[in-house]
């Protein structure tokens, strides 16, 4: 009696595919990451960062900062003095209330070299231990 059961159970799951019409359906697979940065939905990121970030293991060292001595601090502080004052001048000059003498000034580690001419007012500064350039340029008002 049981092989009869399913022999009729496998002839009913038979008849019942060619009645279907044999066919199978399917959809295409697709993709999509879940990374915002790849095209993944853009509210994943916080998510990720925050899981990200309980997972590092490793700190980032600052590094230790020696305390400037006196000296070190003065000489600062005259050099911004000094930087304050010629800003000051060109400025000044730039709107007809002063005028400012071209030339070379040294403060430091910094050269300041100014010239005018019917443009305006030029101001290079080098960092001489660097060899950086800053060059700004000031017309007249």
């Given at each position: ?34 990374n915002p940065s790849f095209g993944g939905n853009p509210l994943n990121g916080s998510f990720l960062l925050n899981q990200a970030t309980l997972q590092n293991r ?20 005259l050099e911004s003095s000094a930087f304050n004052r010629i800003a000051d001048k060109i ?51």
């Amino acid at each position: 009696m049981k092989k009869l059961s399913a022999c009729v159970f496998c002839l009913f799951v038979w008849i019942s595919f060619l009645m279907n019409g044999g066919t199978a359906t399917a959809t295409e697979l697709t993709y999509t990451p879940v990374n915002p940065s790849f095209g993944g939905n853009p509210l994943n990121g916080s998510f990720l960062l925050n899981q990200a970030t309980l997972q590092n293991r490793f700190k980032e060292e600052k590094p230790v900062k020696a305390p400037k001595s006196p000296l070190e601090r003065f000489t600062a502080q005259l050099e911004s003095s000094a930087f304050n004052r010629i800003a000051d001048k060109i400025v000044k000059t730039a709107f007809g209330e002063d005028t400012l003498k071209p030339g070379e000034y040294t403060f430091g580690n910094y050269k300041v070299s100014i010239t005018t001419d019917a443009g305006g007012i030029k101001t290079v500064i080098t960092d001489i231990g660097t060899g950086n350039i800053t060059t700004i340029q000031i017309p007249y008002y």
